[in-house]
């Protein structure tokens, strides 16, 4: 299968900022449907935003406001702009994305990217 890549994650000061992306690591499939998930240690995965094919979006209640998820269809990719972090936000941010091409459509999870917010 193509294989999901995200990238961006990192530590950071409560109060600051990272732009997450998800992209597939080939050309041939087109990333379509896009959710970020996150989960934390002791906890269970979360959805934290997704994006459909036009450009709607969703979010988790405690990120709205603060987290944006958009797309950018000429480069395949989808981003998770993460503004005003809190320490509550600590976790690994998972890329869950419905691809098509050649044919064919299927889902794949990204291996994750972690993210810190901590003094």
């Known amino acids: 299968q193509v294989q999901l890549v995200e990238s961006g994650g990192g530590l950071v000061q409560p109060g600051g900022s990272l732009r997450l992306s998800c992209a597939p690591s080939g050309s041939i499939f087109r990333i379509n449907h896009v959710g970020w998930y996150r989960q934390a240690p002791g906890k269970e995965r979360e959805v934290v935003a997704s994006?459909?094919?036009?450009?709607?979006?969703s979010y988790k209640d405690s990120v709205k406001g603060r987290f944006t998820i958009s797309r950018d269809n000429a480069h395949n990719t989808v981003y998770l702009q993460m503004n005003s972090l809190k320490p509550e936000d600590t976790a690994v941010y998972y890329c869950?994305?419905?691809?098509?091409?050649?044919?064919?459509?299927?889902?794949?999870w990204g291996r994750g990217t972690q993210v810190t917010v901590s003094s």
């Open positions: 869950y994305a419905v691809l098509s091409g050649s044919g064919q459509t299927f889902s794949d």
């Open positions: 994006i459909t094919s036009g450009s709607f979006t």
